[in-house]
């Protein structure tokens, strides 16, 4: 039964920072490319950052406006994922997702709240 477990979110104030992770079982977690979504109350679910490893590389994307604040990173041995968030912003209030893809699966975790707020 494939699981993705996401927790660390909460409640901070402008310019805290936040560490989500999402444990992964079920499936080959080293094989997928694993990504962060986060979805604000009214708005479209949106990528906010990706890590992918192949080969012995790996390759990590970011929203534009994430850049530079937040950093993806993922444990093999774990099989976990994390979202190292700086610097939060109220406009980072939201759900944040855990999603592994790759060719036809789709897996979604239930979600962590994110609240930025003064």
């Known amino acids: 039964q494939v699981q993705l477990v996401e927790s660390g979110g909460g409640s901070v104030q402008p310019g805290e920072s936040l560490r989500l992770s999402c444990a992964a079982s079920?499936?080959?977690?080293?094989?997928?490319?694993m990504r962060w979504y986060r979805q604000a109350p009214g708005k479209e679910r949106e990528l906010v950052a990706a890590?992918?490893?192949?080969?012995?590389?790996?390759?990590?994307n970011y929203a534009d406006f994430v850049k530079g604040r937040f950093t993806i990173s993922r444990d093999n041995v774990k099989n976990t994922v994390y979202l190292q968030m700086n610097s939060l912003i109220p406009e980072g209030t939201a759900v944040y997702y855990c999603?592994?893809?790759?060719?036809?699966?789709?897996?979604w975790g239930q979600g962590t709240q994110v609240t930025v707020s003064s």
């Open positions: 999603n592994a893809r790759r060719w036809g699966d789709n897996y």
């Open positions: 890590i992918t490893s192949a080969g012995g590389s790996t390759t990590i």
């Open positions: 079920g499936f080959t977690f080293s094989s997928y490319p």
